[in-house]
């Protein structure tokens, strides 16, 4: 799940879950009154192409788990919340302040809604 907002811009959230034939892609943005996108099926190629870029060229892995700028006031949030295998979890936040893969991340989930 990526969700990104700020104070005066309203939110998106994309939900990516893996199911049997790729995975389903729900997206709801508060400037459209909380309106939730009908959802999108897609491919498992897909699916395997976006966890491959996070952890091939976004070296997610490497990734610290806050990034804040505390000088910044009324800005940008981010978090990126990851469910894997085993039940394990990774979770990433940021305010105001990203990771240095941020346009990078931002053009795997762009493909589903405008950020």
Known sequence: MLWVGGYFGGYTDITIRKNKTGAVVKVEHSMNDGAVLEPCQITSKKWESIVNRLYSELYLHEWKKRFVNPGV???????????????????????????????????????????
């Open 73 to 115: 006031l009324d800005g940008t949030q981010w978090e990126l919340n990851l469910k894997l295998t085993n039940g394990r979890k990774r979770s990433y936040y940021g305010s105001n302040d990203y990771l240095p893969y941020w346009n990078e991340l931002v053009k795997i989930f762009r493909e589903f809604a405008k950020l």
